[in-house]
C-alpha cells in the first residue's frame, strides 16, 4: 500500500506541476506533438520553454536527446511498449541530463535501446535530478551504467525496467557520488564484468531502494547490488 501510495503522489505531482507552471507564469504551457509539430524528439525539446509537455506518438526514433536543462514533461502517447529511442551507431547515451534538470523534468514512458557510451548507454545523468517514470532500458552498454549512469544529486528513478544491459561495473545503473531514489524498478538479467549486475554504487552514495525485484543479473562481485563507500537503505525488495 505504501509502494503504491508513492506513485500515485509522483504522478499527482506531475499534474499539479503542470497546474502550477500554467498560472505562475505570463505565458502559457504548451503542448508540443512528435511528430505532427516537430519531426524529432530532440527538435521538440529545443522548441520547448519551461513548463511545455511533449507527446511523442508510437514509433521509434534514431536519436539522442538532451533536455538541456528545461522543466518539462516529456512523455509517450501510449507508454514504453510502442515508443522506442533508438541510439544504435552513435556510440553515446540516448539520453542526457546535464544542465542542471531538477525534479520537474519529467522522462516517462520510453524504451531506450541501442547506447553504447561511457558513462550511461541508455542515460547519463549530471549533477542534475530529473524524474525518470516507467521506462524501460535494454539493449544497452556502456563502461559505467549499461541501462543508466548518474553521478551527484537524486533522481528519481520510478516503475522503470532494467533488462539485459551491459557494463563493466553497474549493468543496469551505476551511481556514484549521489542519492538516488529508486522505487518499483526491476533488473532483470543484467551483466557486468566487475561489479554490480543489476546495480553499482561507489564513493558516498545513499541510494533509496524500495520496492524493487532483481532477478538472474551477474557480475563477478554483487549479481544483484554492489555498493563501496555507500550507505544504502533497501525496503520490500
Known amino acids: 500500500m505504501e509502494r503504491l501510495a508513492d506513485s500515485r503522489f509522483l504522478r499527482q505531482s506531475l499534474a499539479l506541476f503542470g497546474?502550477?507552471?500554467?498560472?505562475?507564469?505570463?505565458?502559457?504551457?504548451?503542448?508540443?506533438?512528435?511528430?505532427?509539430?516537430?519531426?524529432?524528439?530532440?527538435?521538440?525539446i529545443d522548441a520547448a520553454a519551461g513548463g511545455d509537455e511533449i507527446i511523442v506518438a508510437p514509433g521509434t526514433y534514431a536519436e539522442r536527446i538532451n533536455f538541456l536543462g528545461k522543466a518539462i514533461w516529456l512523455h509517450s502517447a501510449v507508454g514504453a511498449d510502442a515508443t522506442i529511442i533508438d541510439g544504435s551507431g552513435l556510440y553515446e547515451a540516448v539520453v542526457t541530463c546535464n544542465y542542471g534538470e531538477g525534479p520537474d523534468t519529467v522522462f516517462e514512458g520510453f524504451t531506450i535501446t541501442g547506447g553504447d557510451g561511457y558513462w550511461g548507454g541508455g542515460m547519463y545523468i549530471h549533477n542534475s535530478s530529473p524524474t525518470v517514470l516507467d521506462c524501460t532500458f535494454t539493449a544497452n552498454y556502456a563502461a559505467y551504467?549499461?541501462?543508466?549512469?548518474?553521478?551527484?544529486?537524486?533522481?528519481?528513478?520510478a516503475e522503470c525496467t532494467f533488462i539485459d544491459n551491459a557494463a563493466g561495473s553497474g549493468g543496469g545503473l551505476y551511481s556514484r557520488t549521489s542519492d538516488p531514489i529508486i522505487r518499483e524498478c526491476v533488473f532483470l538479467e543484467n551483466i557486468a564484468g566487475s561489479f554490480g549486475g543489476g546495480v553499482g554504487g561507489l564513493g558516498e552514495c545513499e541510494p533509496d531502494v524500495s520496492?524493487?525485484?532483481?532477478?538472474?543479473?551477474?557480475?563477478?562481485?554483487?549479481?544483484?547490488?554492489?555498493?563501496?563507500?555507500?550507505?544504502?537503505?533497501?525496503?520490500?525488495?
Open 145 to 157: 551504467g549499461g541501462g543508466l549512469c548518474n553521478f551527484y544529486e537524486t533522481p528519481i528513478i
Open 211 to 237: 520496492g524493487c525485484v532483481f532477478i538472474g543479473n551477474m557480475a563477478q562481485s554483487g549479481g544483484a547490488f554492489h555498493t563501496q563507500l555507500t550507505s544504502p537503505q533497501f525496503t520490500d525488495c
Open 19 to 44: 497546474c502550477m507552471m500554467i498560472s505562475a507564469g505570463s505565458v502559457r504551457a504548451e503542448i508540443i506533438l512528435v511528430p505532427d509539430d516537430y519531426r524529432t524528439i530532440q527538435e521538440a
